[in-house]
C-alpha cells in the first residue's frame, strides 16, 4: 500500500511536471510565432522602404538632371542676353552719333537755304537795276 501511494505520488508529481513542461512547449511556440510574425512584418515594412528610397534616389537623379540642364540653359540665356545688351548699347551709340550727324546736316541744309534765298534776293535786286 506504501508503495502504491508512493507510486500515485510519483506519477501525480510527474503528471504535473509534464503538465508544466507542456504549457512552456505551448507559450515557446507561442512566442516564437509572434516573433516570426513580428519579423515577417519588419521584412516586408523594410522592402516597402528599401523601394521607395529607390524610387526617390532614381527621382532625386532625375531632377538634378533636370536642374544640371536648366542651369546650363540659363548661362546660355545669360550669355544671349548680354550680346544683346551690348548690341543694343552699341546701336544707341550709332543712333546719338546719327542723330548728331543729321542736326549738323539740318544745320547746314538751313544755313544753304538761307544763303540761297539771300543770293535770289540779291539777284532779283539786282535784276531790276539792269
Not at 509572434?34 to 537623379?61: C, G, H, P, W, Y
Request: hydrophobic residues 40%.
Amino acid at each position: 500500500m506504501e508503495e502504491n501511494i508512493f507510486k500515485n505520488r510519483i506519477i501525480i508529481a510527474l503528471s504535473i511536471v509534464v503538465l508544466m513542461l507542456l504549457v512552456s512547449n505551448i507559450s515557446s511556440c507561442s512566442s516564437a510565432y509572434r516573433n516570426r510574425s513580428a519579423r515577417d512584418k519588419e521584412m516586408v515594412t523594410r522592402m516597402d522602404l528599401e523601394e521607395k528610397m529607390n524610387a526617390f534616389i532614381q527621382q532625386k537623379a532625375s531632377i538634378e538632371e533636370k536642374i544640371a540642364q536648366l542651369s546650363k540653359a540659363l548661362k546660355e540665356e545669360k550669355g544671349a542676353h548680354q550680346t544683346t545688351k551690348n548690341l543694343l548699347a552699341q546701336e544707341k551709340l550709332i543712333n546719338d552719333s546719327l542723330k548728331g550727324e543729321l542736326e549738323k546736316v539740318i544745320k547746314l541744309k538751313e544755313a544753304l537755304e538761307e544763303d540761297l534765298k539771300e543770293a535770289l534776293v540779291a539777284l532779283k535786286a539786282a535784276k531790276p537795276k539792269q
